[in-house]
Protein backbone atom coordinates (compact mmCIF):
# COMPACT_ATOMS: atom_id res chain seq x y z
CA UNK A 1 0.00 0.00 0.00
CA UNK A 2 1.37 3.67 -1.00
CA UNK A 3 2.01 6.34 1.95
CA UNK A 4 -1.28 8.13 2.82
CA UNK A 5 -1.17 11.68 0.58
CA UNK A 6 -0.49 13.60 3.95
CA UNK A 7 -0.27 12.02 7.53
CA UNK A 8 0.15 13.82 11.10
CA UNK A 9 1.21 11.70 14.57
CA UNK A 10 0.52 13.20 17.65
CA UNK A 11 0.35 17.54 16.61
CA UNK A 12 0.51 19.55 18.90
CA UNK A 13 0.80 23.37 19.19
CA UNK A 14 0.98 25.43 22.36
CA UNK A 15 0.93 29.53 22.56
CA UNK A 16 3.08 30.37 25.50
CA UNK A 17 0.84 27.97 28.19
CA UNK A 18 -1.93 27.70 26.03
CA UNK A 19 -2.44 24.50 24.32
CA UNK A 20 -4.47 25.38 21.24
CA UNK A 21 -4.10 21.57 20.08
CA UNK A 22 -3.07 18.53 21.19
CA UNK A 23 -2.34 15.02 20.52
CA UNK A 24 -3.85 15.39 16.77
CA UNK A 25 -3.55 11.80 14.88
CA UNK A 26 -4.55 11.43 11.71
CA UNK A 27 -4.16 10.51 7.74
CA UNK A 28 -5.89 11.60 4.65
CA UNK A 29 -6.19 9.93 1.34
CA UNK A 30 -6.37 11.24 -1.89
CA UNK A 31 -9.11 12.67 -3.68
CA UNK A 32 -11.42 13.00 -0.60
CA UNK A 33 -13.27 16.12 1.00
CA UNK A 34 -13.01 15.72 4.88
CA UNK A 35 -13.93 18.71 7.17
CA UNK A 36 -12.57 19.81 10.31
CA UNK A 37 -15.80 21.01 12.45
CA UNK A 38 -15.70 22.35 16.06
CA UNK A 39 -17.05 25.21 18.21
CA UNK A 40 -15.72 28.30 18.21
CA UNK A 41 -11.67 28.43 19.22
CA UNK A 42 -11.61 24.69 19.25
CA UNK A 43 -8.14 24.92 17.59
CA UNK A 44 -9.49 24.48 13.15
CA UNK A 45 -7.84 27.14 12.32
CA UNK A 46 -4.66 26.38 14.26
CA UNK A 47 -4.34 22.82 12.75
CA UNK A 48 -4.70 24.50 9.37
CA UNK A 49 -1.91 26.88 10.38
CA UNK A 50 0.09 24.03 10.88
CA UNK A 51 -0.99 21.21 8.21
CA UNK A 52 0.02 24.19 5.91
CA UNK A 53 3.32 25.12 7.03
CA UNK A 54 2.21 28.80 8.56
CA UNK A 55 2.84 27.61 12.03
CA UNK A 56 5.57 24.65 12.89
CA UNK A 57 4.16 22.01 15.54
CA UNK A 58 4.89 22.45 19.25
CA UNK A 59 4.61 18.53 19.32
CA UNK A 60 3.87 15.65 16.99
CA UNK A 61 5.06 14.67 13.01
CA UNK A 62 3.57 15.19 9.96
CA UNK A 63 4.09 13.57 6.71
CA UNK A 64 3.66 14.33 2.89
CA UNK A 65 3.72 11.59 0.48
CA UNK A 66 5.70 9.87 3.02
CA UNK A 67 8.39 12.78 3.12
CA UNK A 68 9.54 14.12 6.80
CA UNK A 69 7.55 17.81 7.11
CA UNK A 70 9.70 18.61 10.07
CA UNK A 71 11.79 21.83 9.36
CA UNK A 72 10.19 22.38 6.05
CA UNK A 73 9.66 26.36 5.51
CA UNK A 74 6.26 27.61 4.60
CA UNK A 75 6.83 28.64 0.90
CA UNK A 76 8.03 25.01 0.40
CA UNK A 77 4.96 23.23 1.13
CA UNK A 78 3.41 25.04 -1.66
CA UNK A 79 5.68 23.33 -3.93
CA UNK A 80 5.41 19.99 -2.02
CA UNK A 81 1.94 20.52 -2.87
CA UNK A 82 0.11 21.69 -0.09
CA UNK A 83 -1.91 25.07 -0.59
CA UNK A 84 -4.63 27.24 1.50
CA UNK A 85 -7.36 29.71 1.52
CA UNK A 86 -7.66 31.90 4.21
CA UNK A 87 -10.45 32.86 6.47
CA UNK A 88 -9.56 36.68 5.92
CA UNK A 89 -9.45 37.79 2.58
CA UNK A 90 -6.23 37.69 0.49
CA UNK A 91 -6.70 39.55 -2.32
CA UNK A 92 -5.53 42.72 -3.90
CA UNK A 93 -8.28 44.64 -4.43
CA UNK A 94 -7.27 47.49 -6.79
CA UNK A 95 -6.30 44.94 -9.72
CA UNK A 96 -7.71 43.19 -11.87
CA UNK A 97 -9.10 39.41 -11.26
CA UNK A 98 -6.32 38.12 -13.56
CA UNK A 99 -3.69 40.26 -12.57
CA UNK A 100 -4.58 39.16 -8.92
CA UNK A 101 -3.95 35.33 -10.33
CA UNK A 102 -0.87 36.01 -12.16
CA UNK A 103 0.78 38.11 -9.38
CA UNK A 104 0.36 34.79 -7.55
CA UNK A 105 1.78 32.15 -10.58
CA UNK A 106 4.65 34.49 -10.82
CA UNK A 107 5.27 34.93 -6.92
CA UNK A 108 5.31 30.89 -7.44
CA UNK A 109 7.51 30.39 -10.15
CA UNK A 110 10.41 33.11 -9.15
CA UNK A 111 11.63 31.18 -6.29
CA UNK A 112 13.25 29.01 -8.67
CA UNK A 113 13.19 31.00 -12.31
CA UNK A 114 13.73 34.38 -13.54
CA UNK A 115 11.52 35.60 -16.14
CA UNK A 116 12.11 37.49 -18.62
CA UNK A 117 11.06 36.80 -21.72
CA UNK A 118 7.24 36.96 -23.33
CA UNK A 119 7.16 33.16 -23.38
CA UNK A 120 7.69 33.40 -19.86
CA UNK A 121 5.26 35.99 -19.66
CA UNK A 122 2.55 34.10 -21.76
CA UNK A 123 2.92 31.13 -19.57
CA UNK A 124 2.04 32.76 -16.30
CA UNK A 125 -0.94 34.51 -18.17
CA UNK A 126 -2.02 30.73 -19.80
CA UNK A 127 -1.62 29.46 -15.61
CA UNK A 128 -3.47 32.48 -14.43
CA UNK A 129 -5.97 31.78 -17.30
CA UNK A 130 -6.73 28.22 -16.64
CA UNK A 131 -6.64 28.57 -12.11
CA UNK A 132 -9.67 31.09 -13.32
CA UNK A 133 -11.38 29.02 -15.52
CA UNK A 134 -11.42 26.15 -12.89
CA UNK A 135 -13.15 28.52 -10.70
CA UNK A 136 -16.05 29.47 -12.89
CA UNK A 137 -14.08 32.86 -13.19
CA UNK A 138 -12.82 33.42 -17.08
CA UNK A 139 -15.78 36.25 -17.48
CA UNK A 140 -14.77 38.38 -14.69
CA UNK A 141 -10.86 38.45 -15.37
CA UNK A 142 -10.45 41.78 -16.68
CA UNK A 143 -12.63 43.04 -13.51
CA UNK A 144 -11.39 45.34 -10.61
CA UNK A 145 -11.33 42.92 -8.09
CA UNK A 146 -12.70 44.86 -4.97
CA UNK A 147 -15.72 44.84 -7.02
CA UNK A 148 -16.51 41.38 -7.36
CA UNK A 149 -19.14 39.89 -5.49
CA UNK A 150 -17.98 38.58 -1.71
CA UNK A 151 -18.90 34.83 -3.34
CA UNK A 152 -16.32 35.69 -6.41
CA UNK A 153 -13.98 36.82 -4.59
CA UNK A 154 -13.58 33.40 -2.10
CA UNK A 155 -13.84 31.54 -5.54
CA UNK A 156 -10.46 34.25 -6.83
CA UNK A 157 -8.67 33.14 -3.47
CA UNK A 158 -9.36 29.94 -4.54
CA UNK A 159 -8.00 30.12 -7.80
CA UNK A 160 -4.83 31.83 -6.33
CA UNK A 161 -4.10 29.10 -4.09
CA UNK A 162 -4.94 26.68 -7.47
CA UNK A 163 -1.54 28.42 -9.34
CA UNK A 164 0.70 26.34 -7.16
CA UNK A 165 -1.66 23.07 -8.64
CA UNK A 166 -1.93 21.45 -5.05
CA UNK A 167 -2.36 17.63 -4.66
CA UNK A 168 -3.95 19.40 -1.12
CA UNK A 169 -5.71 22.18 -0.58
CA UNK A 170 -6.50 23.50 2.93
CA UNK A 171 -10.22 25.80 2.77
CA UNK A 172 -10.93 27.41 6.06
CA UNK A 173 -14.45 28.72 5.94
CA UNK A 174 -15.15 28.71 2.09
CA UNK A 175 -18.79 29.75 2.72
CA UNK A 176 -18.42 32.67 5.39
CA UNK A 177 -20.59 35.15 4.90
CA UNK A 178 -22.40 33.91 1.81
CA UNK A 179 -25.94 33.37 1.61
CA UNK A 180 -27.59 30.40 -0.15
CA UNK A 181 -26.95 30.85 -3.22
CA UNK A 182 -23.32 31.85 -3.45
CA UNK A 183 -22.88 28.64 -0.95
CA UNK A 184 -24.83 26.32 -3.07
CA UNK A 185 -21.94 27.60 -5.93
CA UNK A 186 -19.11 26.73 -3.27
CA UNK A 187 -20.19 23.63 -3.21
CA UNK A 188 -20.35 22.55 -6.36
CA UNK A 189 -17.17 24.20 -7.05
CA UNK A 190 -15.37 22.27 -4.22
CA UNK A 191 -17.50 19.40 -5.66
CA UNK A 192 -15.57 19.74 -8.85
CA UNK A 193 -11.97 20.63 -7.16
CA UNK A 194 -12.47 17.61 -4.97
CA UNK A 195 -12.43 15.13 -8.07
CA UNK A 196 -8.57 16.27 -8.71
CA UNK A 197 -7.21 16.56 -5.46
CA UNK A 198 -8.14 16.41 -1.33
CA UNK A 199 -9.82 18.80 0.14
CA UNK A 200 -9.31 19.86 3.88
CA UNK A 201 -11.80 22.81 4.63
CA UNK A 202 -13.42 23.73 8.13
CA UNK A 203 -16.89 24.53 8.30
CA UNK A 204 -19.94 25.52 10.14
CA UNK A 205 -22.83 24.96 8.30
CA UNK A 206 -23.62 21.72 9.13
CA UNK A 207 -25.90 20.63 6.03
CA UNK A 208 -23.50 21.19 3.66
CA UNK A 209 -20.89 19.48 5.41
CA UNK A 210 -23.10 16.41 5.92
CA UNK A 211 -23.79 16.20 2.10
CA UNK A 212 -20.23 17.11 0.97
CA UNK A 213 -17.91 15.65 3.55
CA UNK A 214 -16.36 11.58 2.81
CA UNK A 215 -15.43 12.43 6.88
CA UNK A 216 -15.69 14.58 9.14
CA UNK A 217 -12.63 15.53 12.19
CA UNK A 218 -14.33 16.93 15.20
CA UNK A 219 -12.13 19.35 17.02
CA UNK A 220 -12.74 20.58 20.68
CA UNK A 221 -11.02 22.13 22.88
CA UNK A 222 -7.82 21.59 20.93
CA UNK A 223 -8.32 17.60 20.55
CA UNK A 224 -9.43 15.14 17.91
CA UNK A 225 -13.03 14.02 19.76
CA UNK A 226 -14.62 11.86 16.80
CA UNK A 227 -12.93 10.91 13.03
CA UNK A 228 -15.41 9.06 10.73
CA UNK A 229 -18.00 9.35 7.55
CA UNK A 230 -21.01 11.78 8.35
CA UNK A 231 -23.38 8.74 9.45
CA UNK A 232 -20.69 8.33 12.18
CA UNK A 233 -20.07 11.53 13.42
CA UNK A 234 -24.21 12.53 13.24
CA UNK A 235 -24.44 9.75 15.72
CA UNK A 236 -21.96 10.30 18.62
CA UNK A 237 -23.04 10.78 21.54
CA UNK A 238 -19.68 13.10 22.63
CA UNK A 239 -20.03 14.78 19.06
CA UNK A 240 -23.43 15.61 20.00
CA UNK A 241 -23.04 17.13 23.38
CA UNK A 242 -20.68 19.34 22.84
CA UNK A 243 -21.20 20.39 18.86
CA UNK A 244 -24.81 19.22 17.58
CA UNK A 245 -26.50 20.28 20.51
CA UNK A 246 -25.56 23.29 20.89
P1 LIG B 1 -10.95 27.94 15.65
O1 LIG B 1 -10.43 28.18 14.29
O2 LIG B 1 -11.40 26.53 15.90
O3 LIG B 1 -12.03 28.91 16.03
P2 LIG B 1 -8.30 28.73 16.51
O4 LIG B 1 -7.42 27.66 16.03
O5 LIG B 1 -8.31 30.01 15.77
O6 LIG B 1 -9.78 28.17 16.72
O7 LIG B 1 -7.91 29.07 18.01
C1 LIG B 1 -7.80 28.06 19.00
C2 LIG B 1 -7.34 28.70 20.28
O8 LIG B 1 -5.98 29.11 20.15
C3 LIG B 1 -8.12 29.95 20.65
O9 LIG B 1 -8.32 29.98 22.04
C4 LIG B 1 -7.23 31.07 20.19
O10 LIG B 1 -7.41 32.24 20.99
C5 LIG B 1 -5.84 30.49 20.39
N1 LIG B 1 -4.89 31.03 19.41
C6 LIG B 1 -4.94 30.87 18.08
N2 LIG B 1 -3.89 31.47 17.47
C7 LIG B 1 -3.17 32.05 18.47
C8 LIG B 1 -1.96 32.81 18.52
N3 LIG B 1 -1.29 33.11 17.40
N4 LIG B 1 -1.52 33.23 19.73
C9 LIG B 1 -2.19 32.93 20.86
N5 LIG B 1 -3.33 32.19 20.89
C10 LIG B 1 -3.81 31.77 19.73
MG1 LIG C 1 -10.96 29.52 12.73
Redesign the pocket.
Given at each position: MSAPLLAVENIGRR??G?V??EGVTASFASNKVTAVI??????????F?VLSGV?PPSTGTMRFKGRDLAGTPQHRFAHLGIARSY?ITNIFPELSVHENVRVAAQAFRSRYDIWRDRAALTELDDKAAAALAAVGLTHRGSATAKFLAHGQQRALEIAIALVADPELLLL?EPTAGMGPEETKEMIALIEKLAAERTILL?EHKMKMILGLSDRILV?HH?RLIADGNPQQIQSDPEVRRVYLGQ
Open positions: FGFALGPNGAGKSTFNLQDVLG
